[in-house]
């Protein structure tokens, strides 16, 4: 079955740095990689998804790349603000099985520093 | 619209109860997870509904879980016999037919158990 991993763990940046945070995938059928934000005590909620047949997506101060090459795909925040810090999931998934689960990485921890 | 609710928002049980977890999709979405995210911990898949499909009960991780799915559309998870490893938050999410992999969380059910 897919298998995601997520790096780093944990991540503090600066406001108004950028963060950066990488997901590697196992199952090359994978087409679907969505990516969550989970603030403290709240739901998972999503926030940019990006498929198979795209390289990149931009949304505001938020853009999401995939090389299915590599098999890795990386969530960029830019110009972070203190609201940006909670735990933030990457997830991969494929309709081949019929199944349509996400497989979920670990998540990060963002941390944005005033 | 409405979201995914769930009920209780919490619940206290002790060691050796059952207990129902409820989740009310949002209308008209054909497919139902449930999750499980102990504290500080990812997002561990349970189970999961399409329609009138038969269910991956893949990620039940013992035969005291169980779920199921009335008329399409509210589900109820029940946990046998709990034990504390069982404390968690239980988290519900559904997503729409035309778009299957974009899952809508529900606020989730904290479950402890003494």
């Known amino acids: 079955g897919e298998n995601v991993e997520q790096h780093p763990s944990t991540l503090s940046v600066q406001e108004g740095d950028s963060a950066v945070i990488k997901c590697t995938y196992s199952?090359?059928?994978?087409?679907?990689f969505p990516w969550y934000k989970q603030e403290l005590g709240k739901r998972p909620q999503l926030i940019i998804d990006?498929?198979?047949?795209?390289g990149e997506k931009k949304d505001q101060r938020i853009a999401v790349t995939l090389n299915k090459t590599a098999k890795h795909f990386s969530l960029h925040i830019t110009e972070t603000q203190p609201e940006d810090s909670a735990v933030y999931f990457c997830?991969?998934?494929?309709?081949?099985?019929?199944?349509?689960?996400?497989?979920f990485g670990t998540g990060t921890r963002l941390t944005v520093i005033p | 619209g409405a979201g995914v609710s769930q009920s209780p928002s919490n619940k206290v049980t002790e060691k050796g109860k059952d207990v129902e977890l409820r989740c009310d999709p949002i209308?008209?979405?054909?497919?139902l997870y449930w999750y499980r995210q102990s504290l500080g911990q990812g997002l561990e898949f349970l189970i999961y509904?399409?329609?009138?499909?038969?269910?991956?009960k893949s990620g039940l991780p013992s035969d005291r879980f169980s779920a199921e799915r009335t008329g399409g559309s509210v589900s109820t998870l029940t946990i046998q016999r709990t034990q504390q490893e069982d404390s968690a938050v239980y988290l519900c999410?559904?997503?729409?037919?035309?778009?299957?992999?974009?899952?809508?969380f529900g606020p989730g059910t904290r479950l402890t158990v003494t």
């Open positions: 999410a559904s997503s729409p037919r035309a778009r299957p992999y974009e899952q809508y």
């Open positions: 199952d090359s059928a994978s087409n679907y």
């Open positions: 990006i498929r198979s047949n795209v």
């Open positions: 997830a991969a998934s494929s309709d081949q099985t019929g199944a349509n689960n996400l497989f």
């Open positions: 209308s008209g979405h054909t497919a």
């Open positions: 509904f399409q329609g009138n499909s038969a269910p991956d």
